[in-house]
């Protein structure tokens, strides 16, 4: 069994580290177009220098796992294309590939290893008296803006979202919002429409008509799925993401496996905890093939979400097994302990293979 993984986070990384260690004699090949395994949960500590994200996939993958550092732009006929031509042939493929970030010219995309460590580099030559504009009301949003005023309480931060923290409950949105006010971050509920130069600085244009200028502005906003997926020719839904079957496959292509951030998978939320359990079901299910075994079809549920709010501060929301969200939060240190647990926990999975996830509707 010839099986090529493009992607290696935690989804790519999971797949082919768990088929390793279940098939011996499969033939693994994965793809990455950096020599690195990014925590995304850990890029807005990269981007506030309080914090590493990466480690060198070499110490990631399992012995047999053949790595090929490039770019792959297309699919089809049973091959693989990278973006200096060579073709790597499979059996199988297992499209891994993420989300993607689109950001408005002028802001640096946070959510991108590449991006957080142009932030970390423009965030480290900033004097005191500064001002950070964080761009994004989600999860990825408030981590980047709490870490950053609470270890820079020097710096001017403050965060601009249309909405706020929408897959809260009002209890923990109300708790979230306090925490940032209490470290300092001003937070304008408004859209941005535009960046431009003034006198060295952004100038920053809002919705609402108003302007401010920013020394450093950050795009905290994952809004799209890879090129890959679009430029291959599989069946996308009018987010570009692939569509699947209940056993993960492309439809219309039951050799692709497509999992994480870039599979339509219904009710899926971009995020490890939804990446590692469709990673580590895929190669549960290529074992079964190997062996003549009927496919089982995917399903899990959600447990809570986390956020952290700088330092040791954080907040874990409960959540139904739709990921709705419950009643029910916890915050302060035992909640960051806990997000630190489960932030180790995705990472240890993806490198040994070993991970168990709830059973749900999704």
Known sequence: MRVVVVGAGYAGTIAANRLAKRVPDAEITIVNDRPEFVERVRLHQQTAGTGGAATP???????GIAFRLGTAVKIGGNQVVLADGEQLGFDYAVIATGGSVHPIPGSIPVGTWEGARAAEGRLTALQDGGDVTVVGGGLTGIETASEIARSRKGLKV??????????????????????????????????????????????????????????????????????FVAQSGLAVDERGRALVDRFLRSEGSPNVFVVGDCAAVPGARPSCATASPQGAHTADNLRRISRGKDLEPYSMGYVGQAVGLGGMNALMQLVRSDD???????????????????????????????YVWRKGRI
């Open 57 to 63: 996939l070499s110490s990631m993958l399992r012995k």
């Open 158 to 227: 403050r965060l601009v979202a249309d909405e706020f923290a929408a897959g809260l409950s009002d209890g923990a949105r109300r708790k979230v919002r306090k925490s940032l006010e209490k470290a300092g971050v001003e937070i304008l509920a408004d859209r941005i429409v535009g960046i431009s130069q003034g006198r060295g600085r952004d100038v920053v244009r809002l919705a609402s008509g108003s302007a401010f200028e920013s020394d450093v502005t950050l795009w905290a906003v994952i809004s799209g799925v890879s090129d």
């Open 324 to 354: 709705s969200p419950r009643n029910l939060y916890f915050s302060g240190f035992f909640a960051a302990v806990t997000k630190e647990i489960v932030s180790r926990y995705a990472k240890f999975g993806s490198r040994t293979a070993i």
